[in-house]
């Protein structure tokens, strides 16, 4: 049953690359090459149908394909520099702008979740969506007390869609780790279980809001990014308000341009926040295309970041987090034997790895690329060699920072549109210098002890009595260890006698033995005095005197 499914969501695929126009994507896949003749009996290479621009069709084919698509789709459009720009375009509106569904199926799902009418809830709630993506929609209303928010609702029936995908993508994860060897350090069925867990907690938007909570907390005061406050007691697991924000989309250069905004700023406050989220906190927000960041350009000469969105975030475990931030500091040195000593040490390859070798590999991929803007970097080559390169060295992906890695690109792309002068390096850098300064020098040290400190006085007063406990029980540990020495001394000494009469009873039954023997075959043999054998006697008493002595030991 599960492989007709599967079937039949393959042919559906197809059907749908077809019907946008889009069969020479399906002729190019290896496995379809030998039937690259079928396409002489296709009735459009006859008589040519009207079909609109291929990134048209590409666009709408991801949206007909659903939401794992689109997210897919999402990826690529922050990508100038692997795909055209006619392309580009029309991905990027896979970032806000998919086809909605109606907005009164939105008002029942609100009235639904939330258990009152929508009249009830708001003085204003508008159906018609601002804005529509692929897991959800956002709706604008007006709370009783006259602030104004956004609604976000769920789509109906997604989970449905996204599970028989996911399907899908585990059949091909398995195939690839079953019949591809060389690509089972890729960890394809592990990929496969981190993406889908993203997704699951995106359709949750009772956890989105713990997450906007959490980064707002994190984010109090600062002036480089806002992040907008969640309506609890009206947020559910398919509903979500939040306060509504008023800004520029960073993807509109040109708008921010005329504002007269600080675009390099923009740029390296951008790179500032990603690393301040991944290091600082370990949490960050890991879906930053560009429909979901805007700019607040009240002030151009100091642009402030607002983000929305936060379905997805990432985390990093305390090994993780310090062996990339390690990692990251050594390479921006170009310390690349310290970079190979860290993949080595984290397990990111095997422990047999030559280091000299991997170094120079490193060295050899990412030399070329430092000291050199956003726009003279390739970074669709630099990907591929340092895929190249893995391979090599057998590295495995590592499942916990896909989430990180796509972040980096989007970050890396958003850089690109906003100020293609960028040197990533050196914005970096200083950062990371000062976020290692803090976690290893006497600053992190006062920190710890701050941070230790109410701990410390809540049990302060209970130290004496703790320690007369440990005394106590340390002197009752070493009056055991007395006794168990002493009854060990007996043992020893008992088993020294043990084997003291061992020893004389075994002499003195082989003395007795032949000394008996001897006497009783041929007594003349053996020394004798006045016709007495004396040796033959002798032997005699003295093993007689030896068993005697074992006994009474």
């Not at 048209?56 to 692997?82: A, C, H, M, N």
């Not at 060897?181 to 938007?205: C, G, Q, S």
């Not at 020495?485 to 088993?495: A, D, M």
Request: proline content about 6%.
């Amino acid at each position: 049953m599960k492989r007709l499914r599967l079937a039949l969501r393959l042919t559906r695929i197809n059907v749908i690359l077809l019907k946008h126009g889009l069969d020479e994507l399906i002729l190019a896949l290896p496995f379809f090459r030998p039937l690259r003749f079928l396409v002489i009996f296709m009735p459009w290479r006859w008589v040519p149908r009207a079909l609109p621009a291929r990134g048209v069709r590409i666009r709408r084919s991801l949206e007909e394909l659903g939401p794992i698509y689109v997210k897919f789709g999402q990826i690529l459009s922050t990508r100038r520099d692997l795909l055209p720009p006619d392309l580009i375009d029309e991905l990027a509106k896979l970032q806000d702008r998919v086809p909605p569904f109606p907005g009164d199926q939105a008002r029942r799902i609100v009235e639904r979740s939330l258990g009152e009418s929508v009249t009830e809830l708001f003085a204003k709630f508008d159906e018609t969506p601002m804005a529509s993506a692929s897991i959800a929609q956002v709706h604008a209303a007006r709370l009783r007390d006259g602030r104004e928010v956004v609604v976000k609702v769920v789509r109906p029936g997604i989970k449905r869609r996204i599970q028989r995908d996911m399907e899908l993508l585990y059949f091909f994860a398995e195939l690839i780790h079953r019949y591809v060897p060389e690509a089972r350090r890729l960890r394809p069925l592990e990929v496969v279980a981190e993406f889908d867990k993203n997704l699951d907690d995106e359709l949750d938007l009772m956890r989105e809001a713990a997450n906007a909570s959490q980064l707002r907390r994190n984010f109090t005061g600062s002036e480089l990014l806002y992040i907008p406050e969640v309506e609890w007691p009206l947020t559910r697991r398919e509903v979500m308000v939040m306060e509504r924000i008023y800004g520029v989309p960073v993807s509109d250069t040109e708008h921010l341009t005329a504002l007269g905004t600080d675009m390099q700023k923009l740029a390296e406050r951008g790179v500032e926040i990603f690393f301040t989220q991944v290091f600082r906190d370990s949490f960050f927000h890991a879906d930053m295309h560009p429909g979901n960041i805007f700019v607040n350009a009240e002030h151009p000469e100091e642009p402030r970041y607002i983000a929305v969105d936060f379905g997805i975030v990432g985390s990093l475990n305390p090994s993780d987090h310090r062996y990339l931030a390690e990692n990251f500091l050594a390479f921006f040195r170009r310390d690349y034997r310290r970079v190979a000593e860290l993949h080595v040490e984290s397990g990111w390859v095997p422990a047999d790895t030559r280091i000299e070798e991997f170094e120079a590999a490193m060295r050899t991929v990412c030399e070329p690329i430092f000291e050199r803007p956003l726009k003279d970097i390739s970074f669709g080559a630099l990907l591929l060699r340092l895929f190249q390169t893995g391979r090599r060295f057998n590295m495995e992906v590592q499942p916990q920072l896909v989430l990180l890695q796509k972040t980096l690109l989007n970050i890396e792309g958003l850089g690109r549109q906003l100020y293609p002068e960028l040197d990533l390096w050196r914005t970096a850098k200083p950062y990371m210098e000062r976020w290692m300064r803090e976690q290893v020098g006497p600053r992190a040290f006062l920190r710890k002890l701050r941070e230790q400190a109410p701990t410390w006085s809540e049990r302060l007063p209970d130290l004496p009595e703790r320690l007369i406990r440990a005394l106590d029980d340390v002197s009752e540990m070493r009056a055991a260890l007395s006794r168990q020495s002493e009854e060990l001394e007996g043992l020893r000494q008992e088993q020294a006698r043990t084997g003291a009469r061992l020893l004389a009873a075994g002499a003195g039954s082989g003395l007795l033995g032949g000394g008996v023997l001897v006497l009783a075959l041929q007594p003349g043999a053996w020394f004798s005095l006045a016709g007495v054998p004396v040796l033959g006697w002798a032997s005699v008493v003295i093993g007689a005197g030896l068993l005697l002595s074992g006994r009474w030991r």
